[in-house]
Nanobody, 127 residues
Framework: QVQLMESGGGSVQSGGSLRLSCAAS????????MAWFRQAPNREREGVAA???????AYADPVKGRFTISRDNAENTVYLQMNSLTPEDTAMYYC?????????????????????WGRGTQVTVSS
């Protein structure tokens, strides 16, 4: 079992930056695949970024070059650095964990559902 708690969301203006954190407890995440998802009102949840246990990463096309996922296994925490934010990035952001994953499948929406989820943190970007 892994418990996840997101933090770092907030309201920023277009062009701004935020760094989301996902603190894990209950188990070490060093061997887990970790991912960030987001869901905007009236839209389906989408995979934004994923990182596997070897450090391999993948990003959804809308965030490539702007978002960076990273992990600190010593702190049992995963981060999502978000730069050049636009109003289209406004959503609830969720952290998720799975024992195995293929990161490209996470961000293209064909990965099986992740078993462990946080409660989310809201990101609002104003124009």
């Amino acid at each position: 079992q892994v418990q996840l708690m997101e933090s770092g969301g907030g309201s920023v203006q277009s062009g701004g930056s935020l760094r989301l954190s996902c603190a894990a407890s209950g188990n070490t995440i060093s061997n887990y695949c970790m991912a960030w998802f987001r869901q905007a009102p009236n839209r389906e949840r989408e995979g934004v970024a994923a990182i596997d246990s070897a450090g391999g990463t993948a990003y959804a096309d809308p965030v490539k070059g702007r978002f960076t996922i990273s992990r600190d296994n010593a702190e049992n925490t995963v981060y999502l650095q978000m730069n050049s934010l636009t109003p289209e990035d406004t959503a609830m952001y969720y952290c998720a964990a799975d024992e195995l994953c293929r990161v490209n499948r996470v961000v293209t929406g064909v990965h099986p559902p992740f078993p462990y989820w946080g409660r989310g943190t809201q990101v609002t970007v104003s124009s």
